[in-house]
């Protein structure tokens, strides 16, 4: 079973929190955390909900104030109320002159046998001419697509 966290808001937290979401200036996500740590409060101050009852108050699941208790304990209170940081992109893996030799490619005569390119054709022949140690057709067709071929 995941571990329990108890909540405890200083005289100061508490504060802060119910400042927060008295305002009515503040993001959604934000006050739904301030009011779900409010109402999880074990301090002199509160009387603790239940994680259930405060999920179906709020119209959130139970793991998600599991989660934000979790941060709060494990991180503070910043922590707890800021939504954290979207998924980086990977960099790119092929660059210009990959695209550039794929058009290049798809615009040539295609194979004996073949009356056009096809995706996976130019993908497996990318491979073949060491362009690429290998290629998918997905990516060959997103380098395609922009440069608005079409392997008719």
Request: glycine share 4%.
């Amino acid at each position: 079973m995941a571990p329990r966290y108890k909540i405890t808001l200083t005289k100061q937290e508490r504060e802060k929190l119910e400042t927060m979401t008295r305002s009515g200036k503040i993001p959604a996500k934000k006050f739904l955390h301030a009011r779900a740590l409010l109402l999880s409060d074990a301090g002199e101050h509160g009387a603790p909900w239940k994680v259930a009852d405060v999920a179906e108050a709020l119209g959130v699941t139970s793991r998600t104030i599991e989660h934000l208790k979790q941060r709060f304990v494990e991180e503070g209170l910043e922590v707890a109320l800021t939504r954290k940081p979207l998924f980086k992109p990977r960099d790119r893996t092929f660059d210009g002159a990959f695209e550039a030799r794929i058009t290049a490619l798809a615009c040539s005569d295609p194979p004996k046998g073949r009356s056009r390119w096809t995706l996976r054709l130019l993908a497996d022949k990318a491979v073949e001419l060491k362009i690429s140690d290998s290629v998918s057709a997905m990516t060959v067709q997103r380098a395609l697509k922009k440069t608005n071929c079409a392997l008719t």
